[in-house]
């Protein structure tokens, strides 16, 4: 996919992304980052949070390593504290990180249930709140909300992720519909994602048999940044990634019985791969996992670098004026090819039978 062309009057200076030290926030990082931006990086795992900063300033923009659980909302709420004394007022917030569990619900415990909410669910809570009382009294700025096509649309095997992404669009919902009552300046986007080539699949805790993978196709994790940052400098209520999240959502409108049996069928050999799991492996759960992971996870070359859908809907506005300016050349040509009779001309025609 081509670079944004963003107005650079506009660019946004500082930005919070939540689980910055790899996959989608890692990527995020460092596309802000070529905008000049300084970017407070959140997440467990110092190592890359460090390596994150590294990114970010590599690519000329500032870093600030903010360890944080961002089920902690008083953590939260003293990293924004920190960030804003550091680098200024927040003008972006990216609510990203998150936890999953595959397994099947039967074998799954309540506090399973329970971590993953606290992370995924109550994470982006914390973050919109510390967001919001910054931003409201400034009446400027915009909370990213990264979803998932799975925000709509439940599949086997990742219960307690569905369910998060589920309450998160409710949040949304909510909170948009508050801030219009209210007539903020505050914006609100959430980007909902399709299946991501990120490290999530090697620490993810799971039960599965085989290794995890996610559900092809599968997009690099900068598709997914690219989208984030555009939405940063766009009033866009929702931005759907990729045609699989399209035909997720669109199809749970019109047809969810019919997905839950072909799920039920093919979703459980779709998220593994041919290679068996390691039941011994550390996982994240409760602790990150040690070491760099990076924004990449195994699939690079299993995964699609660009994105018709998700370009055809940036540029959706410039492509409806092409389609009207294309209708009125074929209008033209028509015309000049086939002149259409004057009323009178017509009425003398008919009566004579032509």
Known sequence: MAALKLDTKKKPMVVVITGASAGVGRATAQAFAELGSSIGLTARGRDGLEAAR?????RGGRGLVLPVDVSDAAAVESAATTLEQTFGPIDVWVNNAMLSVFSPVKEMSAEEYRRVTEVTYLGYVHGSLSALRRMLPRDRGIIIQVGSALAYRGIPLQSAY?????????????LRCELIHDGSNV??????????NTPQFGWVKSRLPRKGQPVPPIFQPEVAARAIVWAAFHDRREIDVGWPTVEAIVGNKFAPGWLDHYLARTCYEAQMTDEPEDPTRPNNLWEPVPGDHGAHG??????????????ADLHRQWIALAGAGLAGLAVGLCSRRF????????LRSLARGN
Do not use: N
């Open 339 to 346: 002149p259409s009779r004057l009323p009178g001309e017509s």
């Open 298 to 311: 195994a699939f690079d070359d299993r995964s699609r670098r660009w994105s018709w859908q998700l370009w």
């Open 162 to 174: 569905c369910a998060a992404k589920h309450a998160i669009q409710g949040f949304c919902d909510s």
């Open 187 to 196: 914006r609100l986007t959430m980007v909902q994602m399709p299946a991501m």
């Open 54 to 58: 590294r990114d970010v300033e590599a």
